[in-house]
């Protein structure tokens, strides 16, 4: 995540920020990805690899690391959806996942789930936050 991360012009809560992810309009409907390191507010902790895609209208972000053995997602750099542009697919040993929710369906880790992140589009661009540091505010 570069730096200079914006906060959500309409989440009024405190703690960790939104962050502007991309402009909207480079999120094609079961096309490539964009990846991203989400950057924790405290600085603690290594960077997150992530990624969010877009499905059926609707953008989703996930930490980029597969359910089954903790390794990136996408075998080229964006690629994350099956040849269908239906499903998430793991590069490794192919677990597939719905892109809606990050629930594993087919392979080695199904019944799992993706590390989903809140997500929204807003102004013209993708809004994501960690979910991490919400758990990490309420310890
Ligand atoms: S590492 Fe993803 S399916 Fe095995």
Partial sequence: MPEGQDRHPEDPRPGPAWVSVCPAIALVDGGEGVRFD????????SPIAAFVVRHKGRAFAYVNQCAHVPVELDWQPGHFFDEEGEHLICATHGATYRPHDGVCIAGPCRGRRLQSLDCEEHGGQIWVRSRNDERRRGE
């Fill in 38 to 45: 989400l950057v924790p507010q405290s600085g603690e902790r």
